[in-house]
T-cell receptor
């Protein structure tokens, strides 16, 4: 079984400031981890994914995330926020192999607000 | 463009009415999934189909049924809609172990 917890349902930053969105997971085996972004009234867009290769994963729009097994974390960061980053962000986990049938488990989501 | 197509995009139902949400993918993916999205709860799995001919319950299956009509199509049916089923519904398909493609969603309101 797997689960995801996103710490903070709302995060507010100033334009140009560091963005840090927190995600912790629970998994019985080394998982696959994902970050998705959802802009208002739109679908999900994949930002990045960890699939057991490099622990530091770079994604689109300047975002990156680091897989830390010892902390069971996969926090999302961006050095300098832009107004266009305002959206809701979801962390998700799936288990490799056949037993979980590729089911994605999502966190509750974090709404990022960027102030001018 | 290749991807996951969901229809309809918007729907308003009266309590007790039935409807089917359609999902089709043209990427030859084996696995397909239905999720619902509610504020503050992320996306929760309703049903999934690991391969053509198989379906299984997810986290929140009550009030729903599914049909994997063929490899391309995976439909979600509400037999008697309830206000608690007001939500945004997403269909997804999977390639390999970590390649997911999501549809654009169906926004359903039950009054």
């Amino acid at each position: 079984a797997q689960s995801v917890t996103q710490l903070g349902s709302h995060v507010s930053v100033s334009e140009g400031a560091l963005v840090l969105l927190r995600c912790n997971y629970s998994s019985s085996v080394p998982p696959y981890l994902f970050w998705y972004v959802q802009y208002p009234n739109q679908g999900l867009q994949l930002l990045l994914k960890y699939t057991s290769a490099a622990t530091l994963v770079k994604g689109i729009n300047g975002f990156e995330a680091e897989f830390k097994k010892s902390e069971t974390s996969f926090h999302l960061t961006k050095p300098s926020a832009h107004m266009s980053d305002a959206a809701e962000y979801f962390c998700a986990v799936s288990l490799p192999g056949g037993t979980s049938y590729g089911k994605l488990t999502f966190g509750q989501g974090t709404i990022l607000t960027v102030h001018p | 463009n290749a991807g996951v197509t969901q229809t309809p995009k918007f729907q308003v139902l009266k309590t007790g009415q039935s409807m089917t949400l359609q999902c089709a993918q043209d990427m030859n993916h084996n696995s397909m999934y239905w999720y619902r999205q509610d504020p503050g709860m992320g996306l929760r799995l309703i049903y999934y189909s690991a391969s053509e001919g198989t379906t299984d319950k997810g986290e929140v299956p009550n009030g729903y049924n599914v049909s994997r009509l063929n490899k391309r199509e995976f439909s979600l049916r509400l037999e008697s809609a309830a206000p608690s089923q007001t939500s945004v519904y997403f269909c997804a398909s999977r390639q390999f172990e970590y390649g997911y493609t999501f549809g654009s969603g169906t926004r359903l309101t039950v009054v």
